[in-house]
C-alpha cells in the first residue's frame, strides 16, 4: 500500500485494508460453512440411500418399539421386580468387568506412562516405541480384540475384559504421560541421589504428585468402560448385554424382560456417573470445593 | 494448639496415611482375586482353543492351495484356499501341479505326490506311502517300521501332515494342501491377465485403467467394498459428530445459567442431557434400528443422540464460563441480542467446541465400528462377517489393520484440523 517509503499510511488507506481483510476473511469463512454444509447434505443423503429403511418412512415409527417394550413393561409391572433380581447378577457382571478391565488398564497405564515420558523413562530409547504402542492401543476399537478373544477363548467375560483393559491401557497412558511432564522433577533427583532404585523414585517421587489427576481419569474412564462393557456383553461377551440381546430376540410380547434390562443398565450408567464425577470433583477441587455449595 | 498436641495430630494423620497406603492395594488385590475367580480365569487355560488360535495365526502369514482329486470321477482341480473365487480354470495348474492322468504335485525339498487311482506320496529321508481308496475304505502301504507321528492312518482315512504341505486321503477324495507364505491374489484374482506380473510388467504395459479395474474389483478381497465401508464408517462419525454438536449448541444456551435465567427450562434442557446420554449408544442404537433397519444413517444417528446429551452438558459448562466483558462492550456498541452472541459469546467459546467435536470425531470413528458391528454397516459389519465364518482370518487381520489405520489416520486429521483452525481463528482465547 505504502508506495513512499517516508510517507506512513494514511487512515484512510488502513480502513480500506482492514475492510478488505475482514472481506476476504468473512467470504473464507462463507466458502468453509458451505463446505461443510454440502458435506452434511450430501452425508446424510449417502447414508439415507444406503440403509435399510429410509429416514422420511422411519422416523414416524421411531416411538414404535419404545411404545411396544414400555406397554408391555406396564402391563407386567409386577413382574419387574422380579426380572431386577433375576439380572442382578449379569449387571454385576458388566459392573465387574468395566471394573476389573480399569484397574488393570490403570496399573499397566501407570508403568507405561512412567516409560513414555521423557525425564522419567529408565531409557530414553523406550519413549518412542512405548508412545506408539500406546497409540496402537489406543485406536484399536475393544470390539476388535474382543471378537478374536472369543474365538480363541470361548465367550464370557474374560475376552470384554482383556479387550477393554487393553484399550484403557493405550487411552489412560496417554492420559498419565501427559499429567507426569507436569510433576516436578525434585522428589525423582532426591530420592535417586539417596540411592533408590527406578520403581522407588516413581512410586514414591511421582505417584504421590500426580496420584489425584491419575485417579480423576481413571474414574472417568470406568464410566466409559462401563458401557464398552454392555456393548461387548451384546455381541456375545457375556453381562447384561448378553442378556439384552437375548431378550430382544424373543421379540413382540416378551418385551418386559427387555424392559427391565434397559432399566437396570441406565440405572447403573446414571449411578456411576453421577458417582463418579463426585469423587472427580473433589478430587480436583478438593473438599472445599463440595463446602462451596456445589451439588454433585 | 500445644506443640503436644500438633504431634498428636500429625501422629495420627501419618498413621491414616500409611494404613490408607498399605489399605488400597489390599483391596484393589482382593478386589482382582474375587473377579477372577467370578469370571473362573483359572479355567481359562482349559477353554482356550489352541487349535484355533493355531489356524488364526497361520492363515494371518500364510495361505494353501488345494489339489484335490475327487476319487469318484476321478476330476482333478487346484484352489487357492479351496474357495470357488480362487479356482484355477479347468486345465490350468501353477507350474508345481503337473496335471495328467496321473497328476504330480511338487513339493518343497524334493518330495512329490502323485494323484490318480493310486496315490503315491515320495517322502524325501522317510520312504513311499501309497494308498489306493476303494470301496472297502483306503489300503495305504507305509515303509516298514513303526509310524512317524505325523502320520494318521486309519481304515478310512489316511493324513500325511510334511513340511509346508498335509495330504489327507478318504474315499471319496484326495486332498493335497500346500502352504505357501503372504496373502494370497491381494491384487488380482486368477481370471485376471495381470495375475502373476511383476510391478515393472505392470508399468510398461500402460493398461493402467484395466489394471485399476481389475484391483478394484478382486473378488476375493472386495477392495472396492472395504473401501466403501470404511467411508461408511468415517461417514456415520461425521454426521453424528457434527449433527450432534449442531443440536446440541442451542440446547447448551438453554442449559447455561447465564443465559437460561428461568430455573425449569434450565433443569428441564439439563434432564434431557442426562436422558441421551445415560441411556447410551447400545440402547440408542437397538432403538434406531428397530425404526430404521440397519445401516450407516441408523448409526449415525444413535452416535448423534449420545453425543447431543455429551456436548450439551460440555457446551452448556463452556457457556457458563464466558466473559461478560465481551458481552458488554459488544451491548455497549448498540447491538442487537443476536448480534450479542455472535460477535460477543461465539468467538469465546469456539475453540473449545471446536476442540471438543473434533475429538469426539476420533472417539467417534471407533464408536461406529462398533455400532456397525451391532446393527451392521461399514468395517464394523465386515469384519464381524469375516469372523463369523472362521475361516478367513488373513481377512480378519486385514480389516484390523485397516481400522487401526483409519482411526490413527482420523486422529491426525482431527488433531490438525484442531490445530489449523482454532489457530487460525485467532479470536477469544489463544
Known amino acids: 500500500m505504502t508506495s513512499a517509503a517516508d510517507t506512513a499510511p494514511s487512515p484512510a488507506d488502513i480502513r480500506t485494508d482492514y475492510l478488505a481483510q475482514m472481506r476476504q476473511k468473512r467470504m473464507l469463512n462463507m466458502i468453509l460453512l458451505l463446505i461443510f454444509a454440502t458435506l452434511m447434505v450430501a452425508g446424510f443423503y449417502t447414508a439415507d440411500q444406503r440403509n435399510a429403511g429410509g429416514f422420511w418412512n422411519g422416523w414416524r415409527h421411531i416411538l414404535d418399539f419404545p411404545a411396544d417394550v414400555v406397554g408391555e413393561a406396564y402391563e407386567r409391572a409386577n413382574l419387574l421386580p422380579g426380572y431386577f433380581v433375576k439380572y442382578l447378577p449379569s449387571l454385576l457382571e458388566t459392573i465387574n468387568i468395566a471394573g476389573a478391565a480399569t484397574l488393570i488398564g490403570a496399573m499397566l497405564a501407570l508403568v507405561a506412562s512412567m516409560l513414555a515420558t521423557r525425564g522419567l523413562a529408565p531409557a530414553g ?17 475393544e470390539i476388535v480384540i474382543a471378537l478374536v478373544l472369543i474365538f480363541l477363548l470361548g465367550g464370557g467375560p474374560v475376552p470384554a475384559m482383556i479387550a477393554i483393559a487393553l484399550h484403557t491401557v493405550g487411552a489412560l497412558g496417554k492420559l498419565f504421560s501427559e499429567v507426569n511432564e507436569n510433576a516436578s522433577l525434585k522428589p525423582v533427583e532426591g530420592l535417586a541421589s539417596t540411592g533408590g532404585s527406578w520403581m522407588q523414585q516413581m512410586m514414591l517421587g511421582v505417584v504421590p504428585q500426580v496420584a489425584p489427576n491419575y485417579l480423576s481419569y481413571a474414574l472417568l474412564r470406568f464410566e466409559i468402560n462401563i458401557r464398552a462393557s454392555a456393548i461387548l456383553g451384546f455381541v456375545g461377551a457375556g453381562g ?18 427387555a424392559a427391565a434390562i434397559f432399566l437396570l443398565l441406565f440405572a447403573a450408567i446414571i449411578i456411576v456417573d453421577q458417582l463418579s464425577s463426585y469423587f472427580r470433583n473433589r478430587l480436583t477441587h478438593g473438599k472445599a470445593y463440595k463446602d462451596k455449595g456445589a451439588v454433585l | 494448639m500445644t506443640d503436644a498436641a500438633t504431634y498428636a495430630a500429625a501422629d495420627r494423620s501419618l498413621t491414616r496415611k500409611r494404613m490408607f497406603t498399605l489399605a488400597a492395594p489390599a483391596v484393589i488385590l482382593a478386589y482382582l482375586t474375587y473377579v477372577f475367580v467370578a469370571f473362573d480365569v483359572a479355567g481359562l487355560a482349559d477353554r482356550v482353543s489352541l487349535s484355533n488360535m493355531q489356524t488364526l495365526v497361520s492363515d494371518t502369514y500364510s495361505y494353501k492351495v488345494h489339489v484335490t482329486r475327487d476319487n469318484r470321477d476321478g476330476a482333478t ?3 487357492i484356499e479351496g474357495e470357488r473365487k480362487g479356482e484355477y480354470p479347468e486345465g490350468t495348474a501353477p507350474d508345481w501341479v503337473t496335471l495328467a492322468d496321473t497328476t504330480r504335485v511338487d513339493l518343497a525339498n524334493g518330495a512329490f505326490i502323485t494323484l490318480g487311482e493310486t496315490t503315491s506320496f515320495d517322502i524325501p529321508g522317510y520312504g513311499t506311502v501309497t494308498a489306493t481308496p476303494g470301496r472297502s475304505g483306503v489300503n495305504a502301504t507305509f515303509p516298514p517300521g513303526d509310524l512317524p507321528e505325523w502320520i494318521n492312518a486309519s481304515k478310512n482315512r489316511v493324513a500325511i501332515t510334511a513340511d509346508g504341505a498335509r495330504l489327507t486321503i478318504t474315499r471319496n477324495r484326495t486332498e493335497v494342501f500346500r502352504y505357501f507364505y503372504g496373502w494370497e491374489l491381494f491384487f488380482f484374482t486368477l481370471d485376471s491377465p495381470f495375475h ?10 500402460g493398461q493402467y485403467g484395466a489394471i485399476w479395474s481389475d484391483f478394484w474389483s478382486n473378488k476375493m478381497w472386495r477392495h472396492a467394498d472395504v473401501a466403501w465401508a470404511l467411508f461408511e464408517t468415517v461417514l456415520m462419525a461425521f454426521l453424528g459428530t457434527f449433527g450432534a454438536a449442531m443440536i446440541a449448541l442451542p440446547l ?28 447410551d449408544g447400545l440402547i440408542w442404537t437397538i432403538v434406531l434400528s428397530r425404526a430404521f433397519g440397519p445401516g450407516p444413517l441408523t448409526g449415525s444417528l444413535a452416535i448423534m443422540l449420545t453425543d447431543t446429551g455429551t456436548f450439551g452438558k460440555i457446551f452448556s459448562e463452556a457457556l457458563e464460563n464466558v466473559d461478560d466483558k465481551q458481552i458488554e462492550g459488544i451491548a455497549s456498541t448498540g447491538a442487537k441480542p443476536l448480534q450479542r452472541y455472535r460477535f460477543g459469546v461465539i468467538p469465546q467459546i469456539t475453540p473449545v467446541l471446536l476442540s471438543q467435536v473434533l475429538y469426539y470425531l476420533e472417539s467417534n470413528t471407533r464408536s461406529a465400528t462398533i455400532i456397525g458391528a451391532i446393527t451392521g454397516g461399514g468395517i464394523g459389519l465386515m469384519l464381524t462377517q469375516a469372523i463369523i465364518t472362521q475361516k478367513d482370518w488373513e481377512e480378519v487381520s486385514y480389516y484390523i489393520i485397516l481400522i487401526i489405520l483409519m482411526v490413527m489416520a482420523m486422529d491426525s486429521f482431527s488433531g490438525w484440523l484442531r490445530r489449523r483452525l482454532i489457530q487460525g481463528t485467532g479470536e477469544g482465547t489463544h
Do not use: C, H
Not at chain 1, 125 to 141: E, Q, T
Open chain 2, 196 to 205: 502373476g506380473k511383476s510391478v515393472t510388467e505392470l508399468l510398461s504395459s
Open chain 1, 125 to 141: 530409547w523406550l519413549i518412542a516405541p512405548v508412545r506408539r504402542l500406546l497409540d496402537i492401543l489406543r485406536a484399536v476399537p
Open chain 2, 77 to 79: 482341480s487346484v484352489a
Open chain 2, 252 to 279: 447448551g444456551f438453554l442449559a447455561a445459567k447465564n443465559f437460561t435465567p428461568l430455573g425449569s427450562l434450565r433443569f428441564a434442557a439439563r434432564r434431557v442431557f442426562d436422558f441421551l446420554r445415560g441411556v
Open chain 1, 240 to 257: 447384561i448385554g448378553y442378556d439384552l440381546r437375548n431378550t430382544m430376540s424373543w421379540g413382540q410380547g416378551k418385551f418386559d424382560e
